[in-house]
């Protein structure tokens, strides 16, 4: 089944220590996002990618980067987490972005210790 | 800028019966998208119906359908013979028509329980 894959499902890593999360998708979507939900809170948006044009949202903070090295793959890097970076992290994937459905993966939990 | 917002942060229903989940949202744009997420817990969010602003018929899916209403801003979920599998945290998302972003906004989310 197509379908978007994100590893690792569960992430443990100490203060300021950098950590990537892994997204795939077999669904051959031009469009991924990465979203952050905190608990009993709302998916936010932190960037996505139309091919391979990165797109920044205002406010997300310079501690978090993204890659797509290929249609297939995108990673999100934390280059120093903060406690207030323990969240669920969220990539999305869509044909489009105009009115596209967005399909999501089932989420990586980060804890930071 | 556009606001979401889904004023029943917890609901309960028994399983057979019918349920509705408030929306309402702030545009002041005429052209959209309105979607409605479902998040089980601990598994992945899936689409549950979509609605474009510009079709004037509610969408429909099996057991789940919309009352949207463009002039009140308001977007509804109603779940028909609810099932235990209903359970979880359903969240109402805008997104807006001809932006370059494709950026969904989302309300803070329903929790339903679905009790036998």
């Known amino acids: 089944d197509a379908m978007v894959i994100q590893n690792p499902r569960y992430q443990v890593t100490q203060f300021g220590k950098p950590v990537t999360l892994s997204c795939s998708q077999t669904?051959?979507?031009?469009?991924m996002y990465w979203y952050q939900q905190k608990s009993s809170q709302a998916p936010k948006l932190l960037f996505h990618y139309y091919d391979k044009d990165f797109n920044n949202e205002a406010d997300t903070p310079d501690n978090f980067q993204s890659r797509r090295p290929n249609t297939s793959f995108c990673f999100l890097d934390i280059r120093s987490p903060g406690l207030g970076d323990a969240a669920m992290y969220l990539c999305?994937?869509?044909?489009?972005?105009?009115?596209?459905?967005?399909?999501f993966g089932p989420g990586t939990r980060l804890l930071v210790l | 800028a556009q606001t979401v917002t889904q004023s029943q942060p917890e609901m309960s229903v028994q399983e057979a019966e019918t349920v509705t989940l408030s929306c309402t949202y702030d545009t002041s744009e005429n052209n959209y998208y309105l979607f409605w997420y479902k998040q089980p817990p601990s598994r992945q969010m899936i689409l549950v119906i979509r609605?474009?602003?510009?079709?004037?018929q509610n969408a429909t899916e099996n057991r789940f359908s919309v009352n949207f209403q463009k002039a009140a801003k308001s977007f509804s979920l109603k779940i028909s013979d609810s099932q235990l599998g209903d359970t979880a945290m359903y969240f109402c998302?805008?997104?807006?028509?001809?932006?370059?972003?494709?950026?969904?906004?989302f309300g803070k989310g329903t929790k339903l329980s679905v009790k036998p």
């Open positions: 669904l051959n979507h031009n469009v």
């Open positions: 999305a994937t869509s044909p489009r972005r105009e009115g596209g459905t967005q399909y």
């Open positions: 998302a805008f997104m807006n028509y001809g932006g370059s972003q494709g950026n969904l906004i």
């Open positions: 609605q474009e602003a510009y079709k004037q």
